[in-house]
């Protein structure tokens, strides 16, 4: 018999919480974005054989959802109005003054 656990939480950057915990889940588990209107809604869900490795899971997924959080708040007090995309690295412009020297 299987266990299963489903953690629904409210986030204003839900799609930003999935990119950056998705990679930790496991095959037992799937993370989806819900919108409710401009709330969005992480939803995991997790099967698991065991109710040990279920309770487990479930807390590991916890603490890598409060990471995430921690991280994604610290990086918009910190980014503030500047751009998310700055475009290829290799991108450079032509009319610069930059000299090289080799």
Partial sequence: MSRRATIRTAHDDATLLARAISPDNTDEMTTTVERDDAEGRLVTRIDR???SG????VDDYVVNLEVAIDIASQARAVQGDQPTDT???????TD???THNE
């Fill in 96 to 98: 610069s003054d930059t």
């Fill in 87 to 93: 475009g290829p690295v290799s991108d450079h412009d």
């Fill in 49 to 51: 054989e065991t109710t």
């Fill in 54 to 57: 279920l309770q487990s899971t």
